[in-house]
């Protein structure tokens, strides 16, 4: 069964202080995995997506790597602004439509 | 602005009362979904509708029906409302070929 695990729950970090958030999952055969991040009230909003072992992606502050097992999404430098809770997702290669979501980290930086 | 956008925002319901929550997209895109997301789970697919026409279920399908209208517009229907489904609903549409869906500001219903 395809299955995806976000840990911690919640981290809390000063501002300045580097981090990374984890996404385990277990898949019969990845054909993608995707991060999106997700402000309070609001829809979530995509930052990567990963295909392959190996793949690295960053978009400013933010840098997603990924392996045959799990997906680390490196925080570098955080801003309060960069608060909000990250989800990670996995579409198994025998899916065309259904994505698996993990329950997602709540990331707070303080001043 | 382009995007998701959906209807009401927020909903309280009696148990047995039946509503409609509306999704419409202005990016052209073919495929369309409703999930639901609740407190401490990831995001569960309820329906999808991979083009205009057609719809399938998802994983979590039952106390719901859903209605692709045209290509713009996928609409979700509680027929008898119960506090299970008491849950915030997200929309959200992808392009062909597409990996990154855009979702919608969601629906917060309460069913009480």
């Known amino acids: 069964e395809d299955q995806v695990t976000q840990s911690p729950e919640a981290l809390r970090l000063q501002e300045g202080e580097s981090s990374s958030l984890n996404c385990s999952y277990t898949v019969s055969g990845l054909r993608g995995l995707f991060w999106y991040r997700q402000d309070p009230g609001k829809g979530p909003e995509f930052l990567f997506t990963?295909?392959?072992?190996?793949e690295e992606k960053e978009k400013e502050r933010l840098k997603a790597t990924l392996t045959k097992k799990e997906s680390f999404l490196h925080i570098t430098a955080p801003k309060p602004e960069d608060s909000a809770t990250y989800l990670c997702a996995v579409q198994d290669m025998d899916s065309n439509y259904q994505l698996i979501w993990g329950a997602g980290t709540k990331l707070i930086i303080k001043p | 602005n382009a995007g998701v956008t959906q209807t009401p925002k927020f909903q309280v319901l009696k148990t047995g009362q039946s509503m409609t929550l509306q999704c419409a997209q202005d990016?052209?895109?073919?495929?369309m979904y409703w999930y639901r997301q609740d407190p401490g789970m990831g995001l569960r697919l309820i329906y999808y509708s991979a083009s205009e026409g057609t719809t399938d279920k998802g994983e979590v399908p039952n106390g719901y029906n859903v209605s692709r209208l045209n290509k713009r517009e996928f609409s979700l229907r509680l027929e008898s409302a119960a506090p299970s489904q008491t849950s915030v609903y997200f929309c959200?549409?992808?392009?062909?070929?597409?990996?990154?869906?855009?979702f919608g500001s969601g629906t917060r219903l309460t069913v009480v």
């Open positions: 959200a549409s992808i392009s062909p070929g597409g990996y990154g869906y855009t």
């Open positions: 990963l295909y392959s072992a190996g």
């Open positions: 990016m052209n895109h073919n495929s």
